[in-house]
């Protein structure tokens, strides 16, 4: 990625590949992500600040967000990507120009795989530090795979949400092991005092054994010993 200047200020310059990844993270189809990538990059050069009068703004040209909260924010490219899939849902491709009059087809390179550690971020030049700064280190260490009920349920699959979404990042994972670290430690530690404290009271129970045998009379040796030297019955007779 590198930057560019757009009419909304310095913005991210996306390659084929990373619009590819922004779709598929959004939620997009696979299938998809190709002709996506094409659309935008035909529809703004791939910058995410690109705006034209109208009021179309950002990587895929966004008039109007289908969330309306998204309305300020369609510079982030993952907004705008969210923004996109909405549209692709309720319109399909006709939604863009581009695709209708063709305009997509120079652009198109089927055989590009997405770039999925793609970064977004906000509009402008804070958006540009982002992803920059962050590009190189993935956080995710599990997540869900992304699902787009839209395009494999083209009737209800508009009215499903999609997944794109991280589970375990991975600074929650090195928390967890250690936590499980401390605790089979502390489980150790606690059967290292059972086994010492039975062993203990062992020792101390055959002691006061002894001391009990050594003050009967006649039993020197203990039970064994004075059931030896008992007197037969027979011989009392």
Do not use: H
Request: glycine share 16%.
């Amino acid at each position: 990625m590198t930057t560019c200047q757009g009419a909304k200020g310095t913005g991210i310059k996306y390659s084929y590949a990373g619009l590819e990844g922004l779709w598929v993270n959004a939620g997009g189809s696979k299938a998809y992500a190709p002709i996506m990538a094409a659309i935008a990059t035909a529809e703004s050069g791939g910058c995410s600040t690109a705006y034209n009068s109208s009021g179309a703004t950002g990587l895929w040209q966004i008039l109007g967000a289908v969330d309306p909260s998204d309305q300020s924010k369609l510079t982030n490219p993952q907004i705008n990507a969210k923004e996109a899939l909405l549209k692709f849902k309720d319109q399909g491709l006709g939604a863009w120009v581009t695709y209708t009059s063709g305009a997509y087809k120079q652009y198109l390179q089927g055989s590009v795989p997405p770039d999925l550690n793609v970064k977004g971020g906000g509009g402008g030049t804070s958006a540009v530090t982002t992803a920059f700064t962050s590009a190189s280190d993935p956080a995710c260490l599990f997540g869900l795979p992304n699902v787009d009920p839209g395009s494999s349920l083209p009737i209800v699959g508009k009215f499903l949400p999609s997944t794109s979404e991280c589970l375990v990042k991975k600074s929650e994972g090195r928390a967890v092991v250690g936590g499980l670290v401390l605790v089979g430690g502390g489980v150790i530690l606690a059967l290292g005092v059972v086994v010492l404290v039975a062993f203990g009271l062992r020792g101390k129970a055959g002691k006061k054994a002894q001391q009990v045998v050594s003050v009967v009379p006649g039993l020197p040796s203990g039970g064994a010993a004075a059931a030896a030297e008992a007197v037969p019955v027979a011989a009392v007779a």
